[in-house]
Nanobody, 120 residues
Framework: VQLQASGGGLVQAGDSLRLSCAASGRTFTMGWFRQAPGKERHFVATMRWPITRTSYADSVKGRFTISRDNSKNTIYLQMDSLKPDDTAVYYC?????????????????WGQGTQVTVSS
């Protein structure tokens, strides 16, 4: 399975962006992680499938929304009220199993990453 992420860019604080990630094959759980310069990769959001259960990092709750179009094997991350602290490379990930894990080790496939930069 290959994952293709898109939608990153340079925005100002308070703006919105929507990231997309298309999978070339069938997956179960799909989610997003992010990595800021000099920092470790951290969990952002995930959607378990087929139970359709979502999980979010505390730092993005209420601002980010993950959704899925199963007919297109695509997930989205709608990011509203963006802050400079959201600046990072965002990676989509997918798991062969149905899981709600926030641990990157439980994901089997990774996209190439898309840069999100939020200026103050």
């Amino acid at each position: 399975v290959q994952l293709q992420a898109s939608g990153g860019g340079l925005v100002q604080a308070g703006d919105s962006l929507r990231l997309s990630c298309a999978a070339s094959g069938r997956t179960f759980t799909m989610g997003w992680f992010r990595q800021a310069p000099g920092k470790e990769r951290h969990f952002v959001a995930t959607m378990r499938w087929p139970i359709t259960r979502t999980s979010y990092a505390d730092s993005v709750k209420g601002r980010f929304t993950i959704s899925r179009d199963n007919s297109k094997n695509t997930i989205y991350l709608q990011m509203d009220s963006l802050k400079p602290d959201d600046t990072a490379v965002y990676y989509c990930a997918a798991a062969r199993a149905s899981t709600s894990s926030t641990n990157s080790r439980d994901y089997d496939y990774w996209g190439q990453g898309t840069q999100v930069t939020v200026s103050s």
